[in-house]
């Protein structure tokens, strides 16, 4: 069983910063590329940053020069250090990752529970 524990959300003023935190547990050979996504109310889930266990990064334009991703590969630990944050910002977060159990299979989706990031005064 793969775990996804997300941490860190809540509210924020505009112009502030948040740090998400989500790390991973359980049984994963490998994890090749964490990340987050998120999701506004009526809208679609959509991508805001991951990053690849070799190190490249990968931003939506949205939160290009404001988000920061980054990842303690000995801790399967990934954060997403959020700056300058908008109320346009305010979705649910959701932690992914993409894994392999085992050496030689293939690698698997896995997502956290979410947790609210709201920005407004």
């Known amino acids: 069983q793969v775990q996804l524990v997300e941490s860190g959300g809540g509210l924020v003023q505009p112009g502030g910063s948040l740090r998400l935190s989500c790390a991973a547990s359980?049984?994963?050979?490998?994890?090749?590329?964490m990340g987050w996504y998120r999701q506004a109310p009526g809208e679609e889930r959509e991508l805001v940053a991951t990053?690849?266990?070799?190190?490249?990064?990968n931003y939506a334009d949205s939160v290009k020069d404001r988000f920061t991703i980054s990842r303690d590969i000995a801790k399967n630990t990934v954060y997403l250090q959020m700056n300058a944050l908008k109320p346009e910002d305010t979705a649910a977060y959701f932690c992914?990752?993409?894994?392999?159990?085992?050496?030689?299979?293939?690698?698997?989706?896995?997502w956290g529970q979410g947790t609210q990031v709201t920005v407004s005064s």
């Open positions: 992914y990752c993409e894994g392999r159990r085992f050496p030689y299979s293939g690698t698997r989706a896995y």
């Open positions: 990053e690849t266990k070799e190190g490249r990064a």
């Open positions: 359980g049984s994963l050979f490998s994890i090749e590329l």
